[in-house]
């Protein structure tokens, strides 16, 4: 009867343990989902001279999806990614797009041959994408696995979406 009773304690522990892990396991994943980029922690969103330092997801994904053209304070939208062969190229167009590379590639063909708006400049890296948001105001660029600093006044801010 002891030892029964010794078995039952230690289930209730491991039982209570497991849920106690779950449910922090549970609120890091929603915490990062709420205050992170939006997308994976790979990839961040970062734009030079454009209207607000702050976006949903859905307005991030309208904006390199070629959905708005124009910001609001009249600079054109000139969206850069880093599309290098390297594998950042499948990454983004699986994140950002939900495609494969050659899927993006044949989405922003038909955009621009319907005449909707302008072709995205493919950079060969970080570093680039970076030197061509700098130069181009309303440029908003794509990076991934970028682990220098960014300048303040280009850093985006993905905010959670409101539903």
Request: contains cysteine; positive net charge; glycine residues 8%.
């Amino acid at each position: 009867m002891d030892t029964n009773f010794q078995y039952n304690y230690l289930m209730q522990f491991i039982k209570s343990t497991i849920s106690v892990f779950v449910a922090a396991a549970f609120f890091f994943l929603i915490n990062g989902n709420c205050f992170g980029q939006g997308y994976s922690s790979r990839i961040k969103i970062c734009g030079n001279s454009i209207d607000q330092k702050s976006f949903s997801k859905s307005d991030v994904d309208a904006i390199l999806k070629g959905k708005i053209n124009n910001w609001r304070n009249g600079n054109t939208v000139l969206i850069v990614l880093n599309f290098s062969e390297n594998g950042n190229a499948e990454y983004i167009a699986k994140q950002v797009y939900n495609k494969s590379v050659k899927g993006v590639k044949k989405f922003w063909l038909g955009v621009v041959f319907q005449g909707r708006t302008y072709a995205p400049i493919f950079a060969e890296d970080n570093e680039e994408v970076l030197r061509l948001i700098t130069k181009n105001k309303g440029a908003i660029g794509v990076l991934v696995d970028y682990k220098g600093e960014i300048p303040a006044e280009f850093k985006v801010k993905i905010t959670k979406s409101s539903l």
